[in-house]
């Protein structure tokens, strides 16, 4: 029993699963969506540290000659993340040192269009290394990625179900989703950061963020994720503001002022 009542995943099936890491230690989980950018839960992010992303193993832990680990150079967080009495705006991205090239190993996860919406009840996948039981130790959650099914949950009915188990309004806020499993499967402490994903005609998208959770793989209380739809013209907007400030785009920018002028001075 894995993630919480997962199994092992297989190699290469989940290519844009990475370990967010502070000193090759795994502290969340998040996904490759670009070359240099890779997507995460704020949660995850607490201070400055050195972070590191590993990615193209299933292994956490152990370096197979498929893996991949770069420093992460930039970190932006969502400026209304809170996690006062509920947890809302739990969506991070990290720029990476470097692009990684694309393998069989690693590939990057598709975004949702805009006008996406993920219909209720649709089977999804939540991977992970993050614990398999809400009682376990961290320390002792699995070296080796995880996957369960999440059948989805709109945010308002989540609501109504949070709100008749516990007498709380609006735990679910605007831009998350939750994901359920009858036989209780569900991320926990760990995956947090990590992927969503459900399949449309051969292509996976990401559609939600491990965000948070009561307890986990609790009968009867979904757990709920950042709605990576919702968050799609934040996520361009971060990335077309963070390349515009590129040097290799502002040297191409440069170029393109000063072509124009040499050749005025040229007979
Ligand atoms: N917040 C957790 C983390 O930091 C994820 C919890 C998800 N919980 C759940 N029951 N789905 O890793």
């Not at 998040?30 to 972070?51: D, R």
């Not at 919702?230 to 170029?255: C, E, I, K, M």
Request: aromatic share 10%.
């Amino acid at each position: 029993m894995r993630i919480v009542g997962g199994v092992p995943a297989a190699e290469k099936k989940w290519p844009w699963q990475v370990s967010l890491q502070i000193r090759d230690t795994h502290i969340c989980g998040a996904s490759l969506i670009h070359h240099q950018w890779v997507l995460t839960a704020a949660h995850c992010i607490f201070g400055h540290f050195e972070y590191t992303v590993k990615m193209g193993d299933i292994n956490v832990r152990h370096g197979a000659h498929t893996a991949v680990t770069v420093p992460v150079r930039d970190i932006v967080v969502h400026k209304y993340y809170y996690s006062i009495g509920t947890i809302s705006n739990d969506i991070a991205l990290a720029l990476l040192e470097f692009p990684v090239n694309y393998s069989s190993h690693i590939q990057p996860i598709c975004l949702p269009e805009k006008t996406f919406k993920v219909e209720s009840g649709k089977e999804c996948w939540v991977t992970g290394w993050g614990k398999r039981e809400e009682s376990e130790p961290s320390d002792s959650a699995p070296f080796h990625l995880q996957e369960a099914e999440q059948n989805i949950i709109h945010r308002q009915k989540c609501n109504e179900i949070f709100q008749r188990k516990l007498s709380r309004n609006d735990m679910v806020t605007e831009g998350a989703l939750c994901g359920s499993n009858e036989r209780g499967k569900d991320s926990c402490q760990g995956d947090s950061g990590g992927p969503l994903v459900c399949e449309y005609n051969n292509t996976w998208i990401q559609v939600g963020i491990v965000s948070w959770g009561i307890g986990c793989g609790r009968r009867g209380f979904p757990g709920v994720y950042a709605d990576v739809g919702y968050f799609r013209d934040w996520l361009v907007a971060q990335v077309n503001q963070a390349s515009s400030l590129d040097p290799v785009a502002l040297l191409t920018f440069g170029l393109l002022l000063v072509l124009p002028l040499g050749t005025l001075v040229t007979p």
